[in-house]
């Protein structure tokens, strides 16, 4: 079993569509990726963790499936990370997935947090940790980036879906508006224009399987 840190610059391209995959993990495996994978994302960024642990190292999923989830964990409510971990356990080996998914994300950092908190005080006046978490919190800014980059990459394969990825943007970030109103209001034209482009990619495979 491999470890997702040392594995992490690995050239292996992340598992397109068609591309076959590898078989589905036990509990017990699926448990100790995802408790290695909350232990070793420091700085947050878990998403990106296991977007490349999930469909880059294991190829368990494809991309487009791990970005949907992804998606899909970002508008529910609850924590991010937990979302997108109860989808992968759940696609990965149902219910009991989800649970082993969710329970290895939170389990062993939940410990490890509260042991922190209780000498944090301790070493709270030492500048040098001050700095060691902004540099933390920079490289998980990075990731997210990298990851929101792939994402746009993937899903927003046409202007009018830019255009939707720019509003949620300025909707979000720079007006502060709420994000169920940004979402209320985008979303169904997000959901629209992305139907109407796999339609047209099903004509255009129809139409050259005809030819």
Known sequence: MSDPIRRAGSPTPPLGDGDPLSPPPGLLELFWVFTK????????????????????????????????????????????????????????????????GAMGILAAPSVIVVCISLVYDQFSH???????????????????????????????????LLLV?????????????HMVIV??????VSIWLSYRNIMRERLAREESGHA
């Not at 990825?165 to 508006?177: D, E, N, T, Y």
């Not at 979402?183 to 169904?188: D, E, F, I, M």
Request: charged share 10%; aromatic share 8%; glycine share 14%.
């Open 126 to 160: 030492y500048a040098w940790l001050g700095d060691l978490l902004n540099g933390i919190a920079a490289a998980a800014i990075g990731m997210l980036i990298h990851m929101g980059v792939k994402a746009t990459q993937r899903s927003a394969r046409s202007w009018p």
């Open 183 to 188: 979402v209320a209001l985008l979303g169904p």
């Open 37 to 100: 994978i909350g232990l070793m994302s420091f700085g947050g960024a878990l998403s990106t963790w296991i977007h490349r642990e999930v469909s880059v190292n294991r190829r368990w999923m494809t991309e487009t499936e791990v970005l949907s989830g992804l998606a899909l964990a970002q508008i529910m409510p609850g924590i991010n990370v937990v979302n997108l971990s109860l989808f992968v356990g759940q696609r990965l080996r149902g219910v009991a997935g989800a649970f082993a």
């Open 165 to 177: 990825v720019a509003g949620i943007f300025v909707g979000v970030g720079i007006l502060k508006l």
